[in-house]
């Protein structure tokens, strides 16, 4: 499946599944938020960060396709999800993918049709309205979304870029940069994530760790798609410290 081909069924479902969770919304049905949501309180001078269980996140919007709850959506009757299914049962590299045979027998009263893109396609729709509201998606508007979705799929290799945070440094500008390098202010949302990583990390004092406003950004990395896990995503792979030491020795030299 081409990449065009992709983005545009997915822009179909999206769109469509966007009308029937606001007609829930309106009817005032109620709608989960995510637990344990970071919250940033301030910035004095470094983010402080509140995460409680109590925390009133996003909303899961996504939550109303539950099997499991009375009243649910049913997400195969959203209209281009057919097709989504015949699209995966025809190709033997996506079948062996999303619908591998042992893990799917594992988990065989959790999956359907669409195997375990299902959840992929949830977080899909959830990311289109908490990041764009309830609108009707343009096609840039969903690819921003389903790029790197399709990016693990089907391309061999992985761009990315590396963050490393600056620890107790105040900066008086937001950015600098050149080809390879720059130096950033991260974002709420970069900031909020990396309070989400650290709040069960032992090994790292967590408000040490908040003590950054700005990364050291090492710009157009690349990896091996390995797609190890059927799941969870590419591999987890070891922080990548030989890069960083390697640029920042470069950088100083």
Same mark, same amino acid.
């Given at each position: 499946?081409?990449?065009? +081909?992709?983005? /545009? $069924?997915? #822009?179909?479902? =999206?769109?469509?599944?966007?009308? *029937?969770? @606001?007609?829930?919304?309106?009817?005032?049905?109620?709608?989960?938020?995510?637990?344990?949501?970071?919250?940033?309180?301030?910035?004095?001078?470094?983010?402080?960060?509140?995460?409680?269980?109590?925390?009133?996140?996003?909303?899961?919007?996504?939550?109303?396709?539950?099997?499991? +709850?009375?009243? /649910? $959506?049913? #997400?195969?009757? =959203?209209?281009?999800?057919?097709? *989504?299914? @015949?699209?995966?049962?025809?190709?033997?590299?996506?079948?062996?993918?999303?619908?591998?045979?042992?893990?799917?027998?594992?988990?065989?009263?959790?999956?359907?049709?669409?195997?375990?893109?299902?959840?992929?396609?949830?977080?899909?729709?959830?990311?289109?309205?908490?990041?764009?509201?309830?609108?009707? $998606?343009?096609?840039?508007?969903?690819?921003?979304?389903?790029?790197?979705?399709?990016?693990?799929?089907?391309?061999?290799?992985?761009?990315?870029?590396?963050?490393?945070?600056?620890?107790?440094?105040?900066?008086?500008?937001?950015?600098?940069?050149?080809?390879?390098?720059?130096?950033?202010?991260?974002?709420?949302?970069?900031?909020?994530?990396?309070?989400?990583?650290?709040?069960?990390?032992?090994?790292?004092?967590?408000?040490?760790?908040?003590?950054?406003?700005?990364?050291?950004?090492?710009?157009?990395?690349?990896?091996?798609?390995?797609?190890?896990?059927?799941?969870?995503?590419?591999?987890?792979?070891?922080?990548?410290?030989?890069?960083?030491?390697?640029?920042?020795?470069?950088?100083?030299?």
């Amino acid at each position: 499946m081409d990449r065009e +081909k992709f983005t /545009s $069924l997915l #822009l179909e479902i =999206v769109n469509n599944a966007q009308e *029937l969770i @606001k007609l829930k919304v309106d009817s005032k049905t109620y709608i989960s938020t995510y637990f344990e949501y970071p919250e940033l309180k301030e910035h004095n001078p470094f983010p402080q960060f509140n995460i409680s269980m109590f925390n009133k996140g996003p909303k899961e919007y996504s939550d109303l396709f539950s099997n499991s +709850k009375e009243n /649910s $959506l049913n #997400l195969y009757e =959203v209209c281009g999800v057919a097709d *989504l299914v @015949k699209e995966i049962d025809g190709n033997e590299y996506l079948c062996s993918i999303f619908k591998n045979e042992k893990a799917t027998k594992t988990l065989s009263s959790f999956l359907k049709d669409l195997g375990f893109f299902e959840f992929t396609l949830k977080d899909i729709i959830n990311k289109s309205i908490l990041t764009f509201g309830f609108s009707k $998606l343009s096609y840039e508007q969903i690819k921003s979304i389903t790029d790197p979705i399709y990016n693990w799929v089907f391309e061999d290799f992985l761009d990315y870029d590396i963050h490393v945070p600056i620890l107790f440094i105040q900066f008086d500008f937001d950015k600098i940069e050149n080809e390879k390098y720059s130096i950033v202010r991260m974002s709420d949302d970069l900031q909020k994530a990396r309070a989400n990583a650290l709040k069960n990390q032992i090994n790292v004092n967590k408000y040490v760790g908040y003590s950054a406003t700005h990364s050291f950004v090492i710009k157009a990395q690349s990896m091996e798609n390995k797609r190890n896990s059927r799941f969870f995503g590419t591999e987890i792979i070891d922080y990548p410290t030989d890069i960083i030491t390697e640029n920042l020795a470069q950088r100083l030299a």
